[in-house]
């Protein structure tokens, strides 16, 4: 496996559908080393800790493999890494050959392998479009959600 990019976020609040959103999901690369804590990267937040982060869901892993389909998926939207909301953007880490459990490095940190990434609502605001989500589980392009060992 090789890191692509490595990509934080803050909490933020947009509006969605009439309502204001507290977020995270907004994840943007970053420079240099960033420390692997616990529960999340340095400088990165979840906005909803019931369903995103905390142990098991500490850094999301997504395969930049998958961005080239994506982009011809969906030709008007600029996808860049950090576009699905994941901490670590990877090259050579394939969801289909990895297994719960399975012990990976990236730099300095040691991670293992925890569950696929099930979307909440957040992906379609990320992307502006409702059809999002049906479509990222369709595509069986997951990411995979990792703890630090």
């Known amino acids: 496996m090789h890191v692509v990019s490595v990509n934080v976020g803050l909490l933020r609040e947009v509006e969605w559908k009439n ?16 420390a692997v804590a616990h529960l999340n990267l340095a ?6 800790l019931k369903v995103h982060g905390g142990a098991d869901k500490a850094v999301y ?11 011809e998926q969906l030709p008007d939207i600029a996808i860049s890494p950090g576009q699905f909301g994941e901490n670590l953007t990877t090259a050579g880490l394939a969801e289909h050959e990895l297994y719960i ?7 300095s940190a040691v991670l293992r392998v925890t569950q696929p990434r099930m979307p909440c ?9 409702d059809d999002i989500i049906k479509r990222f589980l369709d595509s069986r392009r997951f990411g ?5 060992r």
Request: cysteine-free; overall charge positive.
């Open 19 to 34: 309502m204001t959103v507290r977020t995270a999901i907004f994840k943007e690369p970053v420079s240099g080393p960033v």
């Open 43 to 48: 400088g990165d937040q979840q906005a909803d």
């Open 61 to 71: 892993g997504y395969p930049s493999e998958h961005y080239s389909w994506w982009r």
């Open 101 to 107: 459990g399975d012990v990976l490095r990236a730099g």
């Open 121 to 129: 609502y957040k992906l379609g605001l990320r992307f502006g479009r």
């Open 144 to 148: 995979i959600l990792l703890f630090r």
